[in-house]
């Protein structure tokens, strides 16, 4: 059987690409959901080669990369398909302003349960940006369509392959809520491939970009043991 394609390119594939040239290779109207979660900092550290963000002008450079990636979401999703980007306090607010114009938007809390580093305030959370361009009336399976604005999941302990590693069990729970079995999912920062994983046992089809081959390769090797049937389940949904 032949392969399944996305435009030119294969499904099911993380491509080692920069991801606004990866998505300009995807059709217009194609993907089904969105979930990605960019480095928070990263267009800042590009511009200044700060490791934080400063000020205003740090966060109207992030503004502007979030706008240009908009671009390529714009055309690539289908004009219901839902998104969803991991983000932190700052990152947040230039998502927000980007996608103003978004019919629905809304801030998720991911709490940890646990506590990480901060003053006077110690950090246990993260934030996840949903959007959706024209309705929330999707298709969505499984029914699971009264999530809390707040998630509790625990983080990826030792186990895991990547600084910034989301759970699967965070990952899966959004897929599975808002796509169907055979959708298209897009990751255009896939790191070590959460969501490449979490599609793939859930029946979707992905496609993603990465810059980092050595991310690539372990991505690639946690989608290996999914076939051999040795799926890691690295972390657990707090009930
Ligand atoms: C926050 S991490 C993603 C982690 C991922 N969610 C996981 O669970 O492993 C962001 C990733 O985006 C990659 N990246 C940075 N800039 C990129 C770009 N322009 N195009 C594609 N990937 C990029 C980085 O190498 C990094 O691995």
């Given at each position: 059987m032949g392969k399944e394609m996305i435009g030119e390119l294969e499904l099911n594939r993380i491509y080692q690409r920069d991801c606004i040239e990866g998505m300009r290779m995807l059709p217009d109207n194609s993907v089904d959901l969105l979930l990605t979660d960019p480095p928070y900092t990263m267009p800042t550290i590009t511009a200044f080669g700060r490791k934080k963000v400063r000020n205003v002008a740090d966060l109207s450079i992030q503004e502007t990369y979030m706008k240009a990636l908009k671009v390529e979401f714009e055309r690539v999703l289908k004009p219901n398909s839902p998104i969803f980007i991991f983000c932190d306090d700052n990152y947040y607010t230039s998502i927000f302003r980007?996608?103003?114009?978004?019919?629905?938007?809304?801030?998720?809390?991911?709490?940890?349960?646990?506590?990480?580093?901060?003053?006077?305030?110690?950090?246990?959370?993260?934030?996840?940006?949903?959007?959706?361009?024209?309705?929330?009336?999707?298709?969505r399976s499984e029914g699971l369509t009264h999530y809390p604005?707040?998630?509790?999941y625990k983080p990826v302990g030792q186990e895991r392959v990547h600084g910034a590693q989301k759970?699967?069990?965070l990952v899966s729970d959004i897929i599975r809520g808002f796509s169907m079995n055979g959708d298209i999912v897009l990751d255009c920062f896939m790191g070590s491939g959460t969501t490449a994983v979490a599609s793939k046992e859930l029946a979707r089809n992905?496609?993603?970009?990465?810059?980092?081959s050595d991310f690539i390769e372990l991505a690639n090797q946690r989608?290996?043991?999914?076939?051999?049937?040795?799926?890691l389940k690295e972390a657990s949904h707090d009930e």
């Amino acid at each position: 059987m032949g392969k399944e394609m996305i435009g030119e390119l294969e499904l099911n594939r993380i491509y080692q690409r920069d991801c606004i040239e990866g998505m300009r290779m995807l059709p217009d109207n194609s993907v089904d959901l969105l979930l990605t979660d960019p480095p928070y900092t990263m267009p800042t550290i590009t511009a200044f080669g700060r490791k934080k963000v400063r000020n205003v002008a740090d966060l109207s450079i992030q503004e502007t990369y979030m706008k240009a990636l908009k671009v390529e979401f714009e055309r690539v999703l289908k004009p219901n398909s839902p998104i969803f980007i991991f983000c932190d306090d700052n990152y947040y607010t230039s998502i927000f302003r980007a996608f103003y114009d978004w019919n629905h938007t809304q801030m998720i809390v991911w709490d940890k349960n646990k506590i990480g580093m901060g003053k006077p305030f110690r950090k246990r959370h993260e934030l996840i940006f949903y959007a959706n361009r024209e309705s929330i009336d999707y298709h969505r399976s499984e029914g699971l369509t009264h999530y809390p604005t707040v998630l509790n999941y625990k983080p990826v302990g030792q186990e895991r392959v990547h600084g910034a590693q989301k759970p699967v069990d965070l990952v899966s729970d959004i897929i599975r809520g808002f796509s169907m079995n055979g959708d298209i999912v897009l990751d255009c920062f896939m790191g070590s491939g959460t969501t490449a994983v979490a599609s793939k046992e859930l029946a979707r089809n992905f496609v993603g970009f990465e810059l980092n081959s050595d991310f690539i390769e372990l991505a690639n090797q946690r989608l290996e043991a999914i076939e051999r049937g040795s799926s890691l389940k690295e972390a657990s949904h707090d009930e």
